[in-house]
């Protein structure tokens, strides 16, 4: 079994910080893309930022110059620094892994989500 869970949600100001963390743990041979969305009320789920296992990254256009994805390799974890934080950043962000098991199975696995609100 694989379990990915996430942590670091929370309230915060407009112009403010927050740094989300995932790991993933289990019975994982290796990982390659890892992945953060988020959806907000009434909308659908969008692509923020993904990395490669080699550390490549793409970011969705609005969250460039201000967010940036980062991994430990090491310990199956992705990180989401969030900076100059703006108020339609607000919603349910996920994190996402495309795993390899132990037994050789490979699919993609997704976190429960943690809230972030940014206020006006």
């Known amino acids: 079994q694989v379990q990915v869970l996430e942590s670091g949600g929370g309230l915060v100001q407009t112009g403010g910080s927050l740094r989300l963390s995932c790991a993933a743990s289990?019975?994982?041979?290796?990982?390659?893309?890892m992945d953060w969305y988020r959806q907000a009320p009434g909308k659908s789920r969008e692509m923020v930022a993904t990395?490669?296992?080699?550390?490549?990254?793409v970011y969705a256009d609005s969250v460039k110059g201000r967010f940036t994805i980062s991994r430990d390799n090491a310990k199956n974890s992705v990180y989401l620094q969030m900076d100059k934080l703006k108020p339609q950043d607000t919603a349910v962000y996920y994190c996402?892994?495309?795993?390899?098991?132990?037994?050789?199975?490979?699919?993609?696995?997704w976190g429960q989500g943690t809230q972030v609100t940014v206020s006006s």
């Open positions: 996402r892994a495309d795993i390899r098991s132990s037994t050789w199975a490979y699919f993609s696995s």
């Open positions: 990395i490669s296992s080699g550390g490549s990254t």
């Open positions: 289990g019975s994982i041979f290796s990982i390659n893309a």
